[in-house]
């Protein structure tokens, strides 16, 4: 084909040159996380809810290719993840039922939003310039490894393109970020399989700002609500976690052309838990729904699950992913 003298841009020159790396999770490929870090570059890596993508929370430049890579409006502010509860102190005023729910329960799978600490020494888009600042300490050596082997704070959203899924191992996010960022630490498939539960300590009691993978029981000690209440944290659009294809939800039966993800008794084409496991379930969704997206299906039917325990941040991202379109 006669190209003539159109030169590509630098742009796809520098994407094509520049390859993801994957590393391993031990020692070595940790280290190496670290020095892209330190560099200000992005790397993938596991927490036990799903991969972070994650940048230097300090560098401005390096937060920004976190908002470009993902193509991520730059009104959603990230969480920053910390190694422990004092660097997390650097960051945001930790007093009261926030201290309290830190020192009973971290490191585990929630994030907290309080008050930003003044003179914090973190890029304003990692807060989108709010006053207040996500935190989580992830429960994953992995992650824990990299984040102490860094030594400082680590903004890291969900490691896929904005508004797609989440990634639950690092095939997940070769798929959706390959040559948009420097490396992916590939631990395996994550434990948990859905995102951290969020709660917010800024008035006079906690409030539930997204459903996720701490376990309910233990919120409702913690934070009274009911689910048809839960506040919307700034980025949580309503079409979210979405496969390509479009999604029917409390299915019984699977209709013509559709493909049906079971639950329990409802076998379907694949089944999220044949016994009914809700932790099972949760750890299989993002996996199917890519799944249904590399099959190509175009019509998603998903049986019923119940609304216990984790089946609520399942039943929050069914929704979402359910939800119509832009
Ligand atoms: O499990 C998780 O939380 C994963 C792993 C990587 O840690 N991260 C994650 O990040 O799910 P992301 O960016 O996909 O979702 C973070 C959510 C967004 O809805 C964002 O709007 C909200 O946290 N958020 C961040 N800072 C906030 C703040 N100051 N106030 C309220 N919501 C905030
Ligand atoms: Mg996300």
Request: proline fraction near 7%.
């Amino acid at each position: 084909m006669e190209m003539g003298c159109r030169k590509p841009n630098a742009a796809s020159l520098s994407m094509s040159e520049h390859r993801t790396k994957r590393l391993k999770p031990n020692a070595a490929g940790i280290a190496e996380a670290a020095d892209i870090l330190r560099a200000g570059g992005l790397v993938a890596f596991p927490t036990e809810t799903v991969y972070g993508l994650g940048a230097d929370a300090r560098n401005g430049a390096a937060v920004a290719r976190i908002f470009a890579a993902k193509g991520r409006p730059s009104f959603n502010p990230l969480i920053v993840h910390v190694a422990d509860i004092e660097m997390a102190e650097r960051y945001g005023i930790i007093e009261g039922a926030a201290r309290d729910m830190v020192e009973e329960f971290w490191p585990d799978a929630f994030s907290i939003v309080v008050p930003l600490r003044e003179n914090a020494d973190l890029s304003p888009l990692v807060t989108a310039g709010l006053s207040s600042v996500a935190l989580r300490m992830p429960k994953e050596e992995v992650a824990l490894g990299l984040l102490r082997a860094f030594g400082g704070p680590v903004a890291a959203p969900s490691a896929n393109p904005s508004g797609k899924i989440s990634a639950t191992t690092a095939d997940h996010v070769l798929r959706g970020l390959d040559g948009r960022i420097d490396a992916v630490l590939d631990g395996g498939p994550t434990r948990v399989g859905l995102e951290s539960t969020i709660i917010g300590f800024l008035g006079d009691r906690p409030t539930l700002l997204r459903e996720g993978a701490f376990h309910p029981g233990l919120i409702d000690m913690w934070v009274e609500t009911s689910f048809e209440d839960v506040p919307t944290a700034p980025g949580q659009m309503a079409s979210h976690y979405a496969p390509k294809a479009s999604i029917r939800l409390n299915a019984t039966e699977a209709r013509a052309s559709e493909f049906l993800l079971g639950f329990g008794p409802i076998k379907g084409d694949l089944s999220l838990s044949p016994d009914g496991d809700l932790g099972a379930a949760a750890a299989n969704l993002y996996a199917m729904f890519h799944e249904a997206d590399a099959r190509g299906v175009k019509r998603l039917a998903v049986a019923p699950v119940p609304y216990e325990g984790i089946g609520r941040a399942i039943n929050d991202r069914l929704r979402r992913a359910a939800a119509p379109r832009p």
